[in-house]
């Protein structure tokens, strides 16, 4: 009974290095989004997914990519990480109006 | 465009007394809203939904909400708080036309005296 899986929980970056988050879900949900958490300002939307093949940008998208090649995954990449992209990432899932599912988050330090 | 106002950062009650914690929100249509909450380090359990009927809506451990369209709120209320319940808790509207897309408030840290 997995639900929301995020790889990995804790990551230290340098300055212009680039990584790949990981989400998967077991619910065979066909929404999945990716939100960033900072203090005081609640949980912001980075991209989103209505479907396997498809993306689209959330409120704060820039400097990411995101990749939806199957239904379970959701893949969120930093090209050229940057010490603003500090914070702690959250992956999502739901199906239909249904109420999102979230994983446990990723903690993400960008020296 | 949507948002969601908590206007309390940080609240601390007593073991035993109640609890209100306030969520406005702004939306052009009927809202969907949502209760979250986050303990430290976790993710997020949905607490309760708003998505029709009846304004009062009951959720897990024993937290309620109000609807109030005329003053655009969805409060959260327990009767009697327990030391368990310090979190973070978080109110949410979501755009259901396309993507079910949650929009959060900046959210408030409950604290509890013993």
């Known amino acids: 009974n997995a639900g929301v899986t995020q790889t990995p929980k804790f990551r230290v970056l340098k300055t212009g290095q680039s990584m790949t988050l990981l989400c998967a879900q077991d619910?065979?949900?066909?929404?999945m989004y990716w939100y960033r958490q900072d203090p005081g300002m609640g949980l912001r939307l980075i991209h989103y997914?209505?479907?396997?093949?498809?993306?689209a940008k959330g409120e704060v998208p820039d400097g990411y990519n995101v990749s939806r090649l199957k239904k379970q995954n959701f893949l969120l990449g930093l090209e050229s990480a940057a010490p603003s992209q500090t914070s702690v990432y959250f992956c999502?899932?739901?199906?239909?109006?249904?109420?999102?599912?979230f994983g446990d988050g990723t903690r993400l330090s960008i020296l | 465009a949507q948002s969601v106002t908590q206007p309390d950062i940080h609240i601390t009650v007593s073991e035993g007394a109640s609890l209100e914690l306030r969520c406005n929100y702004s939306?052009?249509?009927?809202?969907?809203l949502f209760w979250y909450v986050q303990s430290p380090g976790q993710g997020l359990q949905l607490l309760l939904k708003?998505?029709?009927?009846?304004?009062l809506v009951q959720g897990i451990k024993g937290f309620e909400a109000e609807f109030k369209r005329s003053q655009s709120s969805f409060n959260l209320r327990k009767p009697s708080v327990h030391w368990s319940d310090a979190a973070e808790y978080f109110c949410?509207?979501?755009?259901?036309?396309?993507?079910?897309?949650?929009?959060f408030g900046a959210g408030t840290i409950l604290r509890v005296k013993s």
């Open positions: 999502a899932s739901s199906s239909g109006n249904q109420p999102q599912h």
């Open positions: 619910m065979n949900h066909e929404y």
């Open positions: 997914s209505v479907g396997e093949g498809t993306t």
């Open positions: 939306y052009g249509a009927t809202p969907y």
């Open positions: 708003y998505f029709s009927g009846d304004t």
């Open positions: 949410a509207v979501a755009r259901m036309e396309y993507g079910n897309k949650l929009v």
